[in-house]
């Protein structure tokens, strides 16, 4: 197997050297459905208390955020009609990833505190991430880099063609 010796990911300059405060707190997920477009958020389907949206910062094609409107660290701070919507959303967001992708399978979770992986403590969400057999090769594991064949926008209308 032969490595190549630079590998270059052009687009990560402009998360690199952006600003990290473009949102009041640093929380994204309150300010994306109010910006009125859906494209541009990447917000693929709006639900009553919860909204699907493309990771911007993807661990596979369609990996897809489950997100309450309203901003809570935890479960059991969200109120049970919003616990219940946000299940259904999850439900909702595998069966469009499975019409529109056709994924072999899912990783489906949250991740609870800084401490656990929560890049915005402050507002839980969930992870739905597709899978399909083989999808993990040696650039993980060797690089610690990613590779995604697919751009988020055609990703975005992948999905939004399957509503």
């Not at 909702?92 to 609870?112: I, V």
Request: proline share 9%; charged share 20%.
């Amino acid at each position: 197997m032969v490595v190549p010796e630079f590998l270059r990911a052009y687009w990560r300059m402009e998360y690199i050297t952006g600003p990290k405060d473009v949102f009041p707190g640093g929380n994204p997920f309150v300010h994306l459905p109010l910006m009125g477009d859906d494209k541009k958020a990447l917000i693929v389907h709006r639900g009553v208390h919860n909204y699907l949206v493309l990771n911007k910062f993807p661990y596979n094609p369609g990996h897809l955020l489950a997100v309450p409107y309203r901003a809570a660290p935890s479960l059991g701070d969200l109120t049970q009609e919003e616990r219940a919507d946000l299940m259904e959303t999850i439900l909702f967001g595998q069966e469009l990833l499975t019409r529109a992708m056709r994924p072999d399978g899912f990783n489906t979770g949250f991740n609870f505190g800084a401490a656990a992986g929560a890049g915005i403590p402050v507002h839980l969400h969930g992870h739905i991430v597709p899978r399909w057999q083989g999808d993990s090769n040696f650039m993980p594991v060797l690089g610690g880099i990613r590779i995604l064949p697919e751009a988020l926008e055609a990703t975005w209308e992948k999905l939004r063609s399957h509503l």
